[in-house]
């Protein structure tokens, strides 16, 4: 085992700890193609049809593999481990990332998980009464709770929700937006107690799993003064070329977990230097905390090391997550790949459904989507088909929502035609007409 | 090893890990969605039982830090209102009361002084006189003025055990809401009965003393004060809003906490293993009693290689557990900096190879060593032995200040 003792160092790469000479062998050779060859690399039921990496993610067995060495040397002594090795691990981590995604270092830090993120942009401001908080229909369900519960508090900001239903344009979406910014009562509070709007803008949203366009949306805010929130929790891994830093945008969120590829659970927060006063505290409040009388504040970077004790293993071991990827092919070569797999496997899905593409489920807008055909249609495809794809209900039918990952093929979506096609049947039949 | 910071792993923990992880990534959508919900009732039935409590008022977050602040962030403050901390409180939730003090509308924090040595009845006396000092109205006629007070049940630095119960009481006497921040409670403490104690807030970390896999921790909430926890952070989904029609039909509690945001829930999950496997070892009031004993038994061993004293002199039942604090062989007038703090911390695991958290108190610098299982008496003297060479190179190194 490499040698961990004490270090200097401000930035260490996990192979200086464990040993992932095996990793390194295997990048050296050719890579197998796109598809089921690529089962083999991660912990799939070889009967299970994964078309639903979006929810929560896979991680590659030999990201597994770095987790486990990992852990073992964090066991061997938490205390050196934590107190000595971690933060090297961890600002190395946060260099890589910054590079992919176009921030500088000291604006990227890791949380939890995208909800975790935001809630903390979020329950940093200091509302006030007249104070607008932004979302969309289409927002995240528990992002939606958020607002909400921030404006059942004192003293009660207002939600405004933006109206937004597929199928439309991007070109449509920015002019409802934009309208729906200019239509917001605004207040002339005193200078130093200016009026917040706070918009939660998806780059890509969860149900329907569709594109927005997030960077003129972010253009629009800050043409009338408004903060933008990016959910981004899609994005890293799936988008390309994402530059946060270029988009203007105020805040952004992306889960690292998701079509990154790595281990659950780890996100980035980003946040450019010159909001960083706002973010005044991470959620718990870490003993790295300043008020903001205190000469030293706001110490972004600082207050995200350290939130109590949490499993920093998931954070360590994403350069071996992106090793993968580049060994795979690379960002490009891998988003390719899957979005013509998306493409024309939607296609086939929607020939056998006989419905038409983003992907319509066959079910009579009759027949009301209750809780009941939510839990058919989720016990039925992981049961019986063996195999899942996000439903859910939007603009008055019911959709799916299918994810095409490296290891995807079209096959996969003609099983879940089968399947689906079979289920629909089935509730159809239920529910008479 | 000594696990008062961190936790460490079983094998028996360790495995069930693996068997966990495995079924996970075989169909990340089957567990989440089908397996995972009843397993994790099961383990919050079992810890409930341990604890004295009900199911429905036991949830699991990822540490005690993130319970504490979920309570703290919850109440709607006021300017008048006042949260009670002490000098002894863990340095993030001192700094989590500062925050919220900073946050507008700004409300109070009282720090009550804690000086070890002490006695429980001492304590008990001066908590008492503290909360009765606190100034007692609110900025407004229609809502009550809310005084909330942490309180450890073992503080960290030094490792003691303070009459909580009877500070719980206290409070309960004065009209005050009681955290308590049990952090190194669980698997240490033994008869702990959150229900009896009348407290009414209870935070404990599982991956400290019960040997639950980081991250895995226990947020306590009587039925009575439920309504006070609007929000889980993040907010969940099952999150219901008192303008909703539905609002008093709907669970509000347990249910803000079964769906937070994807986060590993293997550790929640491996609880049950651990609980089997300290059941194996003897059960709670058999491993407690050795690890007891053994840090008695150890601190004195500790105190004779230094030449020094064990912090808890004769009040040795009242004040320690598991944890001992022993004073270290520095004399108060060299300033205890950053670089000495330091210099303890790397010579003792580079060279050492062991390690005590060492904290300053009362002007003096202490060394606090955690009794566990797998630890004997040889291992103190070890820590005596590393300790004193440190400290002889640190007193050396500073002889102009002496």
Not at chain 1, 73 to 97: A, G, M, Q, W, Y
Not at chain 1, 378 to 388: A, D, I, K
Not at chain 2, 224 to 232: D, F, G, L, P, T
Request: charged content about 20%; proline content about 6%; some cysteine.
């Amino acid at each position: 085992m490499p040698d961990w003792t004490f270090t200097d160092e401000k930035s260490l790469a996990l192979p200086a700890v464990v040993d992932l000479r095996q990793h390194e062998e295997l990048f050296k050779s050719v890579p197998p193609p796109f598809g089921h060859a690529l089962h083999k690399f991660f912990g799939f039921d070889p009967e299970y049809i994964n078309l639903n990496h979006g929810s929560y993610g896979s991680l590659p067995n030999l990201v597994r593999e770095a987790a486990d060495k990992l852990t073992t040397l964090v066991e061997s002594n938490p205390d050196k481990f934590i107190r000595f090795t971690s933060l090297p691990l961890l600002t190395h981590v946060r260099e890589r990332l910054a590079k992919f995604i176009g921030a500088n270092t000291d604006e990227v830090v890791l949380v939890p998980n995208a909800s975790h993120g935001i809630n903390t942009v979020l329950k940093n401001f200091e509302w006030q009464q007249g104070d607008i908080l932004i979302d969309a229909t289409t927002t995240y369900n528990s992002i939606m709770k958020t607002l909400q519960y921030i404006s059942d508090i004192t003293p009660h900001p207002q939600v405004s929700e933006f109206k937004l239903e597929f199928p439309t344009t991007h070109a449509q979406i920015i002019s409802s937006f934009r309208d729906h910014l200019r239509s917001l009562p605004r207040q002339s509070n005193s200078p130093n107690n200016p009026q917040k709007i706070v918009a939660v803008i998806d780059s890509i949203a969860s149900n329907p799993g569709v594109l927005l366009p997030w960077r003129e949306m972010i253009n629009i805010c800050r043409e009338e003064g408004v903060w933008s929130v990016i959910d981004a929790a899609h994005s890293i891994g799936q988008e390309l070329n994402i530059n946060v830093g270029a988009s203007g945008c105020d805040f952004w969120i992306t889960n690292c977990h998701k079509w990154l590829l790595a281990q659950r659970s780890c996100a980035i927060l980003y946040v450019p230097k010159r909001n960083q006063h706002l973010i005044k505290s991470a959620f718990p409040t870490p003993y790295t905390y300043v008020s903001p009388s205190d000469e030293s504040f706001p110490r972004f970077v600082l207050q995200f090391e350290w939130t109590g004790t949490i499993d920093v293993v998931p954070y360590l071991t994403i350069g071996t997550t992106l090793d993968f990827r580049q060994w795979l092919g690379g960002e490009e070569k891998i988003n390719a790949y899957c979005h013509s797999v998306a493409l024309e496997g939607g296609r086939r899905l929607a020939e056998i459904l006989g419905t038409e593409v983003n992907i319509r489920l066959p079910i009579p807008s009759q027949i009301k989507y209750s809780w009941a055909i939510d839990q058919t249609l989720r016990e039925q495809l992981l049961n019986v088909w063996n195999t899942y794809v996000a439903h859910f209900p939007h603009n008055g039918k019911i959709w799916v929502r299918c994810s095409a990952q490296v290891w995807s093929e079209v096959s996969d979506f003609e099983h879940a035609g089968k399947a689906l096609r079979a289920i629909c049947e089935e509730i159809v039949e239920a529910h008479g007409k | 090893m000594l696990p008062g910071s961190y936790g460490s792993l079983s094998k028996p923990v360790l495995q069930a890990r693996n068997e966990l992880t495995t079924l996970i990534e075989r169909n990340p959508d089957k567990f989440m969605r089908l397996t995972f919900l009843p397993l994790f009732m099961h383990v919050r039935e079992r810890l409930a039982k341990l604890i004295g409590a009900e199911t429905d008022e036991l949830v699991l977050i990822p540490n005690a830090s993130h319970g504490i602040n979920t309570v703290l962030w919850n109440f709607e403050w006021l300017p008048s209102d006042i949260l009670v901390v002490v000098t002894t409180t863990y340095d993030s939730i001192l700094k989590t009361a500062q925050y919220l003090s900073d946050r507008p509308p700004h409300p109070q924090v009282s720090k009550f002084k804690l000086e070890f040595p002490t006695t429980h009845a001492k304590i008990i006396s001066s908590f008492r006189d503290h909360l009765r000092a606190l100034p007692r109205r609110s900025s407004f006629p229609d809502k009550p003025q809310q005084v909330v007070a942490v309180i450890d049940s073992l503080v960290s630095n030094p490792g003691v055990l303070l009459p909580w119960k009877e500070m719980v009481k206290i409070c309960r006497e004065e009209g005050i809401f009681s955290v308590v921040d049990a952090a190194h409670s669980i698997g240490q403490e033994v008869g702990i009965d959150v229900g009896a104690s009348g407290c009414d807030f209870w935070i404990s970390n599982c991956h400290k003393w019960l040997f639950a896999e980081r991250v895995c921790a226990m947020l306590y909430v009587p039925k009575r004060n439920q309504h006070i926890i609007k929000s889980a952070f993040p907010t969940a989904y099952w999150y219901v809003s008192p303008s909703d029609k539905h609002f008093s039909q709907f669970p509000r509690f347990v249910s803000q906490f079964e769906w937070n945001g994807t986060i590993d829930v293997i550790p929640y999950l491996t609880v049950g293993a651990a609980l089997d496997f300290r059941q194996w070892l003897g059960g709670e009031e058999k491993i407690n009693a050795y690890c007891h004993s053994l840090a008695l038994a150890g601190g004195m061993r500790l105190a004779e290689i230094l030449g020094t004293e064990v912090m808890h002199g004769k009040d040795e039942d009242e004040l320690t557990l598991n944890m001992v604090n022993v004073l270290l062989p520095i004399p108060p007038r060299i300033k205890y900096t950053e670089a000495i703090d330091y210099t303890i911390r790397e010579r003792l695991l580079n060279d050492w190879n062991t390690y005590v958290a060492h904290y300053t108190h009362n002007g003096k610098v202490w060394v606090r060593c955690s009794a566990q299982v797998w630890n004997e008496v040889s291992d103190f003297e070890y820590a005596g032995k590393a300790l004193k060479a440190v400290c002889e190179e640190i007193v050396e190194s500073h002889k102009d200040e002496l």
